[in-house]
């Protein structure tokens, strides 16, 4: 009996099922034609709704939508420069500065003289900081105003300027000692057989340490170095000697005066000459310039290299070193440390101030 219940209500389903159907069918039929009708503008007309099928309207369509928009943006007054619609203008504001600097705009003054502007624009470093000059965002020992002088990249750890650029000067060391010609056996003209006498003075720990020469002839190459001992020990030859007539510049009077040729030949000063008066106020002070020098990089300050004067050294610093570019040549009137260089065909030259005195 249930199932024949349930066969009944499917059919009685299906029958409503086809006369809301046919309904339907009737409905859309009788309306046929009326669109236009129902979708009046007002005032008159229709939208006119596009066939679908129409490629050419579609084609035109896409190809508007594909075309490049160019928003044209702002530009600054003076310098016509165009401003970034989305990114916005880089200002800054220096402290006791009400006014905001424009970075971009080379007519502002400075933030961090003499690096301008534009260049923390141009390699994306913050010049927000007092010392921005001074840090190093690529960590390669060199810091942003090393680099800006370099003209080198400021975030790559494998650009950076010559080392001679990180080279200081800790101290210089001075060694002072005085070569006199005290003494000879000539008796008015000069001989072959006359014989010479020198005196070499130094204070080494505070007391005067002094050395004397035997009496010699000089042109004698090795046979007529000086010292074979002290501080002056096998450096300096005695090349010959010569006498001149002159006119004491006290007395007025016409002297006649003895004067020696010394040749350095065992030091970093070797071939420089000396030039000695006879008489004991007539010595020659000589000074002797160690550098004590080292890199002010990362990784390089605590190795310091003790350079004679006129010896030459590499960077980094080996003794070793099959090239030796650099040389300390000597000590200028203002105390500063000469370090000299060929670069492009040209000799270059660093004046080094010392960290403190000796």
Same mark, same amino acid.
């Given at each position: 009996m249930?199932?024949?219940?349930?066969?009944?209500y499917?059919?009685?389903?299906?029958?409503?099922?086809?006369?809301?159907?046919?309904?339907?069918?009737?409905?859309?039929?009788l309306?046929?034609?009326?669109?236009e009708?129902?979708?009046?503008?007002?005032?008159?007309g229709?939208?006119?709704?596009?066939?679908?099928?129409?490629?050419?309207?579609?084609?035109?369509?896409?190809?508007?939508?594909?075309?490049?928009?160019?928003?044209?943006?702002?530009?600054?007054?003076?310098?016509?420069?165009?401003?970034?619609?989305?990114?916005?203008?880089?200002?800054?504001?220096?402290?006791?500065?009400?006014?905001?600097?424009d970075?971009?705009?080379?007519?502002?003054?400075? &933030?961090?003289?003499?690096?301008?502007?534009?260049?923390?624009?141009?390699?994306?470093?913050?010049?927000?900081?007092s010392?921005?000059?001074?840090?190093d965002?690529?960590?390669?020992?060199?810091?942003?105003?090393?680099?800006?002088?370099? @003209?080198?990249?400021?975030?790559?750890?494998?650009?950076?300027?010559?080392?001679?650029?990180?080279?200081?000067?800790?101290?210089?060391?001075?060694?002072?000692f005085?070569?006199?010609?005290?003494?000879?056996?000539?008796?008015?003209?000069? @001989?072959p057989?006359?014989?010479?006498?020198?005196?070499?003075?130094?204070?080494?720990g505070?007391?005067?340490?002094s050395t004397?020469?035997?009496y010699?002839?000089?042109?004698?190459?090795?046979?007529?170095?000086?010292?074979?001992?002290?501080?002056?020990?096998?450096?300096?030859?005695?090349?010959?000697?010569?006498q001149?007539?002159? &006119?004491?510049?006290?007395?007025?009077?016409?002297?006649?005066?003895?004067?020696?040729?010394?040749?350095?030949?065992?030091?970093?000063?070797?071939?420089?000459?000396?030039?000695?008066?006879?008489?004991?106020?007539?010595?020659v002070?000589?000074?002797?310039?160690?550098a004590v020098?080292?890199?002010?990089?990362?990784?390089?300050?605590?190795?310091?290299?003790?350079?004679?004067?006129?010896s030459?050294?590499?960077?980094?610093?080996?003794?070793?070193?099959?090239?030796?570019?650099?040389?300390?040549?000597? &000590?200028n009137?203002?105390?500063q440390?000469?370090?000299?260089?060929?670069e492009?065909?040209?000799?270059?030259?660093?004046?080094?101030t010392p960290?403190?005195?000796?």
């Open positions: 249930a199932a024949n219940i349930s066969a009944s499917d059919k009685i389903i299906l029958v409503l099922a086809i006369v809301i159907a046919l309904g339907l069918g009737a409905t859309v039929f309306n046929a034609g009326k669109i009708e129902e979708f009046k503008v007002p005032g008159g229709n939208y006119g709704v596009p066939k679908m099928g129409s490629t050419d309207r579609f084609k035109a369509v896409t190809a508007k939508i594909g075309t490049p928009v160019t928003l044209a943006g702002p530009i600054t007054d003076e310098t016509k420069r165009p401003i970034n619609n989305f990114v916005g203008t880089p200002l800054f504001l220096k402290a006791g500065n009400a006014e905001a600097i970075l971009g705009d080379v007519t502002y003054p400075a &933030v961090h003289p003499p690096i301008p502007n534009k260049w923390w624009l141009e390699n994306r470093i913050d010049p927000g900081h010392d921005s000059p001074g840090r965002p690529d960590s390669d020992g060199f810091t942003n105003l090393d680099e800006f002088k370099g @003209k080198t990249n400021p975030n790559d750890a494998t650009s950076f300027p010559s080392l001679i650029a990180k080279l200081e000067c800790a101290v210089l060391e001075k060694r002072l005085k070569l006199t010609y005290s003494s000879d056996t000539s008796a008015g003209t000069l @001989k057989t006359d014989t010479y006498k020198f005196k070499y003075e130094e204070m080494i505070g007391r005067r340490k004397s020469s035997d010699m002839t000089p042109g004698k190459g090795a046979a007529s170095n000086l010292f074979n001992e002290g501080g002056g020990q096998l450096r300096y030859e005695f090349k010959s000697v010569e001149r007539t002159e &006119v004491n510049p006290k007395t007025k009077i016409q002297e006649t005066s003895n004067y020696a040729r010394l040749e350095d030949v065992g030091s970093p000063k070797k071939g420089i000459q000396i030039e000695l008066k006879k008489g004991t106020r007539n010595g002070i000589i000074t002797d310039y160690t020098l080292f890199l002010n990089a990362v990784g390089e300050a605590d190795k310091q290299a003790k350079i004679p004067e006129r030459s050294f590499s960077l980094p610093f080996d003794p070793n070193a099959a090239k030796k570019p650099y040389t300390f040549t000597g &000590v009137g203002s105390g440390a000469l370090i000299e260089w060929q492009g065909g040209e000799t270059k030259t660093r004046e080094l960290n403190s005195q000796p």
